[in-house]
């Protein structure tokens, strides 16, 4: 069975420190993998997706990048942290290519300090 | 862009009654419409998938409808429990790979 793991689970960091959170999957090849931000009180915002090794797009402008080094891992990174990316950083999964369910990681609460 | 609208932003009932979840979104060239839960503190947890060619999906206790053509989802809830309390959020799949949520609707079932 396919599963999805994100950590760390939670994280306080100050301003101007970097990032990088890391998702994995396992079970599965070539998945469709996808970064959100749940900001306090707003709903989930994509902020990017892969759908391949090295292939990343971006939904929003902003001070966070992210990487796919292999093919089930997924990388939320920063160079320097600011108060506004605070938040709950959650990963998802699909199957490539096909029109089924997404799963989700049980999410990592970014605090910047 | 989608734009994915949940209603009402919170509900509390009663134990015991039926309910109904509404989503509604912008543009009906989609996919297919998913439902999660979520609870505080917690990622999200797939409860039913709703292809664009289907007009419900039922899963225990829960029921969701799609009219794809008014772009309306409704899941509805049958005969609440506490343990159902959680947030409830629909993600719109467009002809992508994005997903889009609204977001959610906070139900709490009081004893």
């Known amino acids: 069975s396919q599963t999805i793991h994100q950590w760390p689970a939670t994280l306080v960091q100050p301003v101007g420190s970097p990032l990088s959170l890391e998702c994995t999957v396992e079970?599965?090849?070539?998945?469709?993998l996808y970064w959100y931000r749940q900001a306090a009180g707003r709903g989930l915002q994509l902020l990017f997706y892969?759908?391949?090794?090295?292939?990343i797009s971006s939904e929003v402008p902003q001070n966070l990048s992210a990487s796919r080094p292999q093919d089930r891992q997924f990388i939320l990174s920063s160079k320097k942290l600011l108060l506004s990316d605070s938040g709950f950083y959650l990963c998802?999964?699909?199957?490539?290519?096909?029109?089924?369910?997404?799963?989700f990681g049980q999410g990592t609460r970014l605090t910047v300090v | 862009k989608q734009e994915v609208t949940q209603i009402p932003a919170a509900l509390s009932v009663p134990e015991g009654e039926n309910l109904v979840l509404n989503c509604s979104f912008t543009d009906s060239a989609i996919y297919n419409l998913q439902w999660f839960r979520q609870d505080p503190g917690k990622g999200l947890t797939s409860l039913l998938l709703i292809q664009s060619s289907q007009r419900e999906q039922t899963s225990g206790r829960l029921n969701a409808s799609l009219d794809k053509s008014s772009g309306r989802s409704t899941l509805y809830i049958a005969a609440s429990q506490p343990g159902d309390s959680a947030t409830y959020l629909c993600?719109?799949?467009?002809?992508?790979?994005?997903?889009?949520f609204g977001t959610g609707t906070s139900l709490t079932v009081i004893p």
């Open positions: 998802a999964w699909k199957v490539w290519g096909t029109n089924t369910e997404a799963f």
């Open positions: 993600a719109v799949r467009p002809t992508g790979n994005q997903f889009y």
């Open positions: 892969s759908v391949g090794i090295g292939q």
């Open positions: 079970g599965t090849s070539n998945p469709n």
